[in-house]
């Protein structure tokens, strides 16, 4: 989501006449995006800001922090960063030239919540064969430990109309992997219609653009229902893959976590999914130390996690993000304690890991290359399509893009390796 709020402002700028510096030193503005679910994002962002004091003091460049954080923040970072040019918010991306134009000799904060614009300034793309579309924007979930309902506001949804005009404008163009975003896709339009229309738009994807591959991008286990599940198993083009957040196995912590679905219900989906699409990954994201939770909480979490037998975890120690209703609760656990939660949950989703890459082993399948392995440029990286990361030995050939077929050689702890068998399209 955060790389495609970069393609947002950078489409925004592109389309008024920017270009993207090579370098920083080239730059006369530098935009930091920022995101305030975690912490240690935060702090990132203020070292990163203190080391461009200096940058400021030697020439004159433009400095503007947007996203999350600055959404949260708005005027008091400018008070304390008086280095800062510009702070923009959630639904200010399309705004962005004008809004730099504006810090030309003040300072400028512009976080209104109202407005937003769906599909304004997004012809900006990194990669030619993927392309990311937001679908929802917002949430009002409320999860009593997170942030995003209050930096990103309600939800709101686009037509299935607009949509799809904007896929068919990026597979035009070339993309032949299309991603859906929002915090919460299965409520594709629950606001707007009472109902939601995720099903029915991939249903139309499939119809429309029967050779993309299409992934989505955060499901919600509350609003995952059985006609979501069967126009997954149905549609040809729905990748295999879906990451739906348990963050909790205690049915006593979800309820504190507002989250709005038991353990028991989660497993049936979980196992419903399994059972109806045929080489679905599940993955998930787990919090530990929610506020609370004891021994028996956390013994509850580990048993979920075993039951669905994750392909792959993200693991979090909780942190409590002020203005959330988590915040305001007086019963935190020890760090200690959460630090040794952590490492035993960890144990497992690692020992689930691979126990799921192992099944991989020799089967042939086919992948995406999404480019040259960032760690061995001697190999190529590709993506199957239940999202695992398939690695190998690079051709001279540019194949970033293409469609592979490959075996599975070797199942490391994160990864699989493989030999290329033919390059399909
Ligand atoms: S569904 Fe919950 S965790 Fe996800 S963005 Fe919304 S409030 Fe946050």
Redesign the pocket.
């Known amino acids: 989501m955060n790389r495609h709020d970069a393609e947002q402002i950078a489409g925004a700028l592109e389309g008024a006449g920017w270009s993207l510096a090579e370098s920083e030193e080239e730059a006369n503005s530098i935009i930091l995006l920022t995101c305030c679910v975690r912490e240690s994002a935060e702090q990132r962002l203020y070292g990163r800001l203190a080391s461009l004091k200096s940058l400021k003091q030697a020439r004159p460049v433009k400095i503007a922090v947007g996203g999350c954080l600055a959404q949260k923040v708005g005027e008091r970072m400018l008070h304390e960063m008086p280095h800062v040019d510009l702070v923009f918010g959630t639904q200010q991306y399309p705004n962005i030239a004008v809004l730099l134009e504006a810090a030309e000799n003040t300072q400028v904060c512009a976080t209104n919540l109202e407005g937003l614009e769906f599909g304004a300034g997004t012809s900006f793309r990194r990669e030619q064969f993927r392309a990311w579309i937001t679908i929802t924007h917002g ?1 009002q ?3 009593s ?2 942030i ?2 209050f930096v990103r506001g309600p939800e709101v949804s686009r037509t299935i109309e607009e949509v799809v005009d904007e896929v068919a404008r990026h597979v035009s163009g070339g993309a032949r992997e299309i991603n859906l975003l929002g ?2 896709v299965n409520s594709y339009r629950l606001r707007e219609d009472g109902e939601t229309k995720f099903p029915r738009l991939l249903r139309i994807l499939a119809e429309r653009f029967p050779d993309t591959w299409v992934r989505f991008t ?1 499901s ?1 286990p509350r609003d995952l229902n059985q006609e979501i599940i069967g126009a997954i198993a149905e549609s040809r083009t729905a990748c295999e893959h879906i990451h739906l ?1 348990l963050q909790a196995g205690s049915d006593r912590i979800l309820a504190a976590m507002n ?1 709005g679905y038991t353990a028991a219900e989660y497993v049936e989906k979980a196992q419903d999914l399994r059972r109806l699409v045929s080489d679905i990954s599940l993955t998930t994201d787990l919090i530990v130390g929610f506020p609370g939770e004891t021994e028996d909480d956390f013994a509850k979490t580990m048993e979920v996690v075993e039951a669905c037998g994750f392909d792959s975890s993200f693991t979090f120690i909780y942190n409590s993000r002020e203005g959330t209703a988590a915040a305001r609760i007086n019963n935190d656990i020890p760090g200690g304690v959460k630090q040794e939660r952590l490492e035993r949950l960890m144990q497992l989703t690692r020992k689930l890991t691979g126990v799921s890459l192992a099944r991989e082993l020799g089967r042939e399948i086919s992948v995406m290359v999404t480019g040259p392995s960032r760690k061995d440029p001697r190999r190529w990286s590709a993506r199957s399509r239940n999202n695992r990361i398939v690695h190998f030995e690079r051709q001279d050939a540019d194949l970033t893009g293409r469609l592979a077929k490959v075996v599975i050689t070797e199942a490391g702890s994160w990864s699989l390796k493989a030999e290329l068998l033919e390059i399909i399209d």
Do not use: A, D, G, L
């Open positions: 949430c979930n409320f999860c430990y997170c995003v309902p915090q919460n955060t919600h957040p989250r």
